[in-house]
């Protein structure tokens, strides 16, 4: 299935070019493929995620028509919910992610959830009741795929998403702004515009929406036949066709941003260009200023061609003014084509341990049922994944596997590469063969609990041998202890004793949870039974050679017994809270036994 799976993500998710663009639609919640009207090629979810519910958003609610906003993915558990998606590494992308609530689930009660890329805080979503709300998010990408993922914050409130699209971009582009860095859109207005304008006037599928003309502004259309917009930002020549201009000379143009109340580092792109051809008499000029403050040089719209000013390094608010203000020597009011304008995110996390994140895949791509979980293991924090811990680094490492009752069967991968794990909880599935050696050699495990599993073998002595660990491996019938007693059995067998034909049924237990190893354990009561049986043997010789009674040989054989038994009971005390009973009934029967032997010798 995980091959399968990826060869359809590859050839489903990919319109790739020479340079191997990435142009990927998905319309979550849907089933099957389509185009729609702005010649963008579509397909549905069902494929490339397992978690989640489909659903339909109302009829004659607004957008039931569209055809990508009329389906959903809504998710009810996990503490994240993500989707993955192939792309090159050092690429620039522009991700974008649609909500269209449309009361799907007849509450009409939009509800709001955090939403997550790369394992880094994107927004906080809030949905609405009157239509869609989108975010979008143009980074470079650390890695060798990129994920969107929503994540629930309020108890009652489901996080859903309805489209994620990935758009490739050109290295060249939106470069003002360290690749460390995102930049999350507020607005890009293509000012003078009657309608929306996309893919495919714009070859990155940016979505330009036209602005709200207010009074004393008039929309202008450009009688070139041509406009070169070969500048760095690329604005599509359907945007850059038309434009508004104050309706005096001597008028300033006050430009809308859209930001939070509070101060956020900021990113904005002005474009430029003449929308006539001037004569000798007109002139056009004006500055860009922030706060009244000029903030560029005399702007000179060409005619046929683009200018383009961009904003970076500084913090803005809702309380920040943008204005283009004529010169004292324009004949003809400022003028403006389009904008675009970002926040700067925090710095882009580096995602968790790549020596976790190699451990972790082998466990996904061993076994179907973990496949589901995207995203970044760790990031952001506190949604790691449902089964992982992680610990608060800068670069998180996985600290806890909690797998169990996860219905697992088959051999353990190798995950020695998380060196990191402190914690690892596997009991209750089906994992057969050997334990494997390398889980003795993971320098910081406390704990490691394989209990009711099918392993058979021997137990590393790395393992058993490990007094810091607190180890759980009960429920494996196939498991022996390693070294002498290492011979496998079934229920009822018995194995020989070492020096005589006759047989004992032994039930010393595998390898209980116990920080004790049971080698020193059963060795320690090999050594005291040991001990008794030679003075029991060397006090009957010394009766038998003086020719005595037995009586006194018995007596001293009774006073080794008390002995004997004291120290067991000493070693029982100290090995009572972490060792079953059956190792205490061991010890006590075989006391027995050999005293029964003595009174026989």
């Known amino acids: 299935m ?19 663009q990435v142009f990927v639609s998905i319309d979550c919640g849907a089933s099957g493929s389509y185009t729609d009207e702005n010649s963008i090629a579509w397909i549905g979810d069902d494929d490339l995620i397992q978690n989640g519910e489909s659903k339909v958003v109302q009829s004659g609610n607004a957008l039931s028509d569209d055809h990508v906003m009329s389906t959903l993915r809504v998710f009810s558990t996990r503490k994240k919910n993500c989707y993955t998606i192939l792309a090159s590494k050092g690429g620039q992308v522009l991700v974008r992610a649609s909500f269209n609530y449309g009361n799907y689930d007849k509450k009409s009660s939009p509800p709001s959830f955090d939403l997550h890329f790369d394992g880094n805080l994107w927004a906080t979503v809030k949905t609405s009741s009157e239509g869609l709300v989108y975010y979008e998010a143009i980074y470079v990408v650390k890695g060798d795929s990129i994920s969107v993922c929503v994540a629930q914050t309020n108890p009652n409130q489901l996080p859903f998403i309805s489209a994620i699209e990935v758009r490739s971009l050109g290295s060249h582009m939106y470069s003002h702004v360290d690749a460390a860095y995102a930049l999350f859109l507020r607005s890009r207005t293509a000012y003078g515009a009657n309608g929306t304008i996309r893919y495919s006037d714009d070859a990155y599928d940016r979505i330009w929406n036209p602005a709200v003309i207010g009074s004393g502004l008039n929309m202008v259309t450009s009688d070139a036949l041509f406009i070169d917009v070969n500048v ?8 850059m ?3 508004i201009t104050a309706s005096t000379a001597s008028q300033s143009i006050a430009l809308g941003t859209n930001f939070p109340t509070e101060k956020v580092p900021i990113y904005i792109t002005i474009y430029f260009s003449e929308v006539t051809e001037l004569d000798s008499t007109q002139k056009r000029a004006f500055q860009f200023r922030i706060n009244n403050k000029p903030d560029s040089d005399t702007i000179v719209p060409p005619y046929g061609k683009v200018t383009e000013l961009y904003v970076s390094n500084m913090t803005a608010s809702s309380n920040t003014s943008f204005s283009l203000v004529p010169t004292a020597d324009s004949t003809l009011p400022p003028l403006i084509n389009a904008m675009e304008v970002f926040t700067v995110s925090d710095q882009l996390a580096d995602g968790t341990n790549s020596k976790d994140v190699k451990g972790l895949a082998a466990f996904q791509n061993q076994f179907d049922t973990l496949q589901d979980w995207g995203g970044d293991p760790c990031l952001p924090s506190p949604y790691s994944w449902d089964w992982i811990n992680c610990n608060a680094d800068a670069t998180p490492r996985v600290t806890a596997l909690y797998l169990s009752s996860f219905d697992l069967s088959g051999p353990l991968p190798d995950f020695s590469s998380m060196d990191a794990l402190e914690t690892i909880d596997l009991h209750n599935n089906s994992f057969n063969g050997a334990i494997p050696d390398f889980l003795g050699n993971l320098p910081s495990l406390k704990e490691l609990n394989l209990a009711d599993n099918k392993f058979s073998g021997p137990v590393p ?3 058993s041998k490990n007094n810091k660990l607190k180890l759980v491996v009960s429920g494996n019938p196939d498991l022996c202890v390693t070294g002498k007693s290492c011979t496998q059995t079934t229920a009822g067998d018995s194995t020989p004793v070492a020096g005589g034909g006759k047989k004992k049924s032994s039930k010393l237990p595998v390898i209980l949870g116990t920080s004790i190893p049971g080698f020193f354990v059963f060795w320690g009561i090999v050594g005291v039974v040991a001990v008794l049986h030679h003075r029991r ?9 003086s020719g005595g009674t037995p009586h006194g040989g018995a007596t001293n054989t009774n006073m080794a017994d008390k002995m004997g038994q004291a120290v067991m009971n000493e070693i029982k005390v100290n090995i009572q809270e972490q060792v079953t009973s ?9 006391v027995q036994n050999d005293q029964q032997d003595g009174r026989n010798a």
């Open 2 to 20: 995980a091959n399968s799976s990826l060869v359809l993500i590859i050839l489903a998710l990919f319109i790739l070019s020479a340079s191997a």
């Open 232 to 239: 760095e930002d690329e604005p599509p020549q359907a945007v």
């Open 461 to 463: 002595s790395s393992l």
């Open 537 to 545: 043997k060397s006090a009957a010789i010394a009766v038998h050679g």
């Open 582 to 590: 059956e190792i205490s009934d061991y010890v006590h029967q075989t």
């Open 241 to 243: 066709q038309n434009a």
